[in-house]
């Protein structure tokens, strides 16, 4: 078995769950907006796609060849929205399942909010990929697949970033003002007794 196929076993026991698509079935329009809003690279190949909020790709987890991507919710920080593989490996032993994100180490926080799988599982997945990673032959910072394996793999790359990127940025803005007022008309309801 080819480590491709080895990561889709893997992969396979979350595709379909909670907007978990792997590919070839990443939505084109979810690995549009990934690509754009967390700078993946053209060559990267996206392995898989959580999203978890109900938009395009405002927010969720990207698991790549290379590295993992991920775009947290405006209240989340984190100091990093990329790990390659190499990293993640030096990692793990950092990493912690909380309430509602997954710690990755040195301030690197996924936020799992708006889905249904827990963070704990998020951590097994990412723990069953390390192994496979660390388990392959050759230096690399990503998987190492084979020539045949890539031909199988479809990249759906944007041709306006830009623009989604703009749209993306415009819609987090709106969810703050929403979120802003929705908390000042919280506190003038209280005031005023109703």
């Not at 405006?74 to 593989?85: A, P, Q, Y």
């Amino acid at each position: 078995m080819n480590m491709l196929d080895e990561i889709i076993k893997i992969l396979t026991y979350y595709h379909g769950e909670n907007n978990f698509n792997m590919n070839p079935l990443v939505p084109r329009e979810i690995e549009h907006y990934a690509r754009a809003v967390l700078d993946i690279p053209d060559d990267e190949y996206v392995l898989a796609a959580m999203r978890t909020s109900f938009t395009q790709f405002h927010r969720g987890l990207i698991i790549g060849r290379d590295a993992l991507y991920w775009k947290n919710d405006h209240k989340i920080e984190t100091t990093v929205n990329k790990l390659t593989w190499k990293e993640l490996s030096d990692r793990k032993s950092q990493f912690r399942p909380r309430r509602r994100i997954v710690e990755l180490g040195d301030g690197a926080v996924f936020d799992n909010i708006g889905s249904h799988n827990k963070p704990s599982t998020i951590v097994n997945l990412l723990d069953l990929l390390i192994d496979k990673y660390e388990s392959q032959e050759g230096e690399s910072d990503g998987f190492i697949f084979d020539e045949e394996s890539l031909t199988d793999m479809i990249r759906a790359i944007p041709e306006n970033k830009e623009a989604i990127k703009a749209e993306s940025a415009a819609s987090s803005a709106d969810a703050e003002t929403v979120s802003f007022m929705s908390i000042i008309s919280s506190l003038l309801k209280k005031l005023v007794g109703k």
